[in-house]
Nanobody
Framework: QVQLVESGGGSVQAGGSLRLSCAAS????????MGWFRQTPGKEREGVAA???????RYVDSVKGRFTISKDNAKNILYLQMNSLEPEDTAKYYC????????????????????WGQGTQVTVSS
């Protein structure tokens, strides 16, 4: 059974940093596209960052230069390093895994990700 468990969320002031982690079990992270998504109340879930089997990356424009996605295939952990956080980054962040189409480095297609974590809240105050 595939499980994804996020951790590392919290409350920070603008300009601060957080690192989210997603521990995967039941499969190996090297086999799937893995991504980070976020959602605020009343809005659709949006893609933030993704990494494919070969380590190719994709970021939403609003986080480029501030966030870094990475994965440790040996430990089956996905990370999201978030620097220079802004109040607009406040959301619940979800880890996801799947084999989406179009490929995850070309598009964030929420419906194509089969496995999801429970989410972790990130709150950035001004």
């Amino acid at each position: 059974q595939v499980q994804l468990v996020e951790s590392g969320g919290g409350s920070v002031q603008a300009g601060g940093s957080l690192r989210l982690s997603c521990a995967a079990s039941g499969y190996t992270t090297s086999r799937f596209c893995m991504g980070w998504f976020r959602q605020t109340p009343g809005k659709e879930r949006e893609g933030v960052a993704a990494v494919d089997f070969d380590g190719n990356l994709r970021y939403v424009d609003s986080v480029k230069g501030r966030f870094t996605i990475s994965k440790d295939n040996a430990k089956n952990i996905l990370y999201l390093q978030m620097n220079s956080l802004e109040p607009e980054d406040t959301a619940k962040y979800y880890c996801a895994a799947g084999i989406p189409w179009p490929p995850c480095t070309l598009a964030f297609n929420v419906r194509e990700y089969k496995y999801w974590g429970q989410g972790t809240q990130v709150t950035v105050s001004s």
